[in-house]
């Protein structure tokens, strides 16, 4: 393979990577701009949509905002 080929070839590379690039973050764009993470109840797995809701709406369980503290049960 020639020099110029070789050039030519990882052109065509990079633009197709571009391209998967390009065709991700339109996909990602199309989505939610906010990402939130979603909380689940411990008890019953009941989706809690509101960030400032403290408690499950389904079975009433209390839901810590921050889960990594251990917590008397
Ligand atoms: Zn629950």
């Not at 197709?16 to 996909?27: E, Q, T």
């Not at 989505?31 to 079975?59: G, L, T």
């Amino acid at each position: 393979m020639e020099f110029e080929e070789l050039v030519c070839y990882s052109q065509t590379v990079i633009l197709v990577l571009l391209a998967i690039g390009y065709i991700i973050n339109l996909r990602k764009g199309g989505n939610e701009p906010s990402q939130k993470v979603e909380r689940k109840c411990p008890s019953c797995s009941y989706r809690i949509p509101d960030d400032n809701v403290n408690y499950c709406a389904k079975c009433g369980e209390l839901i810590s905002h921050s889960v990594g503290l251990s917590m008397e049960k």
